[in-house]
């Protein structure tokens, strides 16, 4: 039972990058899913979540109208799809499962010139 994620990196302002996460172990369609961050000194916070069939999704104010959050339940996979980065957007970011709670080992995305 795990999550994966996949796809961080260093990008330029305004640059975009497309996050994965590999779900194993449970019945990955099932389960809402969540993309969370944490940057350095900041407590982890919410990013985006979608519901188990991907039919409904929510984001922090912080990102909307920039990531997009979407899910392959034949793949089982979740993904945050960052476009238009802002420096303010460093951090690492961890797939996130409702299923016990699960959480997975974070990918580090910085934004920087």
């Known amino acids: 039972v795990q999550l994966v994620e996949s796809g961080g990196g260093l990008v330029q302002p305004g640059g975009s990058l497309r996050l994965s996460c590999a779900a194993s172990?449970?019945?990955?369609?099932?389960?809402?899913m969540s993309w969370y961050r944490q940057a350095p000194g900041k407590e982890r916070e919410l990013v985006a979540t979608?519901?188990?069939?991907?039919?409904?999704?929510n984001y922090a104010d912080s990102v909307k109208g920039r990531f997009t959050i979407s899910r392959d339940n034949a793949k089982n996979t979740v993904y945050l799809q960052m476009n238009s980065l802002k420096p303010e957007d460093t951090a690492v970011y961890y797939c996130?499962?409702?299923?016990?709670?699960?959480w997975g080992q974070g990918t580090q995305v910085t934004v920087s010139s």
């Open positions: 996130h499962s409702r299923f016990r709670n699960l």
């Open positions: 979608i519901t188990s069939t991907g039919g409904g999704t």
């Open positions: 172990g449970f019945t990955f369609s099932s389960y809402g």
